[in-house]
Nanobody
């Protein structure tokens, strides 16, 4: 059973870069055909898929976030990370990491528990 755990600061100042790490256990980032995703849910709004890194290291991003989002991985630590630059208060959300069998699809998705990030001065 794969388990995912998000970690990172809970408070980020406007214009700074939000950095989160997802630690994976019970599964490998390089196992064929899985996508390792970041999803967020702002307060009172629906979930938003932000992007993913595939088993082969390819990256995919939501077009609306692509210009200031970066996802990378550290296979030796079985971790992958999210960087979101130039944040504003609208980036306040619960951030989730997840494993997907299909890119961008929540069918069969394995979720982390989520971590609250607030953007405020």
């Amino acid at each position: 059973q794969v388990q995912l755990q998000e970690s990172g600061p809970g408070l980020v100042k406007p214009s700074q870069t939000l950095s989160l790490t997802c630690t994976v256990s019970g599964g490998s980032l390089t196992t064929n055909y899985y996508y390792w995703s970041w999803i967020r849910q702002p307060p009172g709004k629906g979930q938003e898929w932000m992007g993913a890194i595939a088993w082969d290291g390819s990256t995919y991003y939501s077009p609306s976030l692509k210009s200031h989002t970066s996802i990378s991985r550290y296979t030796s630590k079985n971790q992958f990370s999210l960087q979101l630059s130039s944040v504003t208060p609208e980036d306040t959300a619960v951030y989730y990491c997840a494993r997907d069998g299909t890119l961008g699809s929540d069918y069969g998705r394995d979720w982390g528990q989520g971590t609250q990030v607030t953007v405020s001065s």
